[in-house]
Nanobody, 127 residues
Framework: EVQLVESGGGLVQAGGSLRLSCAAS????????IGWFRQAPGKEREGVSC????????VYADSVKGRFIISIDRAKSTVYLQMTQLKPEDTAVYYC????????????????????WGQGTQVTVAS
């Protein structure tokens, strides 16, 4: 069973940076897509970024392109989301999710395609 634990959230001023971590365990020998999603109060969960372990290809939502970078540390079984130039509209609970995937990524998979989820970490960006 895949288990995901997010960390690194917090309160930051607009323009600041945070790095979220998603520590994963329970992976089999398959390749996976590991994604970051966020959900603000009263809004639907939206995809932020996703990385495929096979080729380490990454995709981003338009709203975060150029500001966020997703990366993977295979030795630590951890996926990071480096967030810079944060805006108040980035405020949300951020979740990581994982699903088996062979090949690369051409688009951000929807949340419904992910079977394993972490508990979330709160990111608050003050104006």
């Amino acid at each position: 069973e895949v288990q995901l634990v997010e960390s690194g959230g917090g309160l930051v001023q607009a323009g600041g940076s945070l790095r979220l971590s998603c520590a994963a365990s329970g992976f089999s020998g398959d390749d996976y897509a590991i994604g970051w999603f966020r959900q603000a109060p009263g809004k639907e969960r939206e995809g932020v970024s996703c990385i495929a372990t096979e080729y380490e290809s990454a995709v981003y939502a338009d709203s975060v392109k150029g500001r966020f970078i997703i990366s993977i540390d295979r030795a630590k079984s951890t996926v990071y989301l480096q967030m810079t130039q944060l805006k108040p509209e980035d405020t949300a609970v951020y979740y990581c999710a994982a699903e088996i995937l062979s090949g690369g990524l051409a688009y951000m998979p929807p949340a419904s395609e992910f079977g394993a989820w972490g508990q979330g970490t709160q990111v608050t960006v003050a104006s």
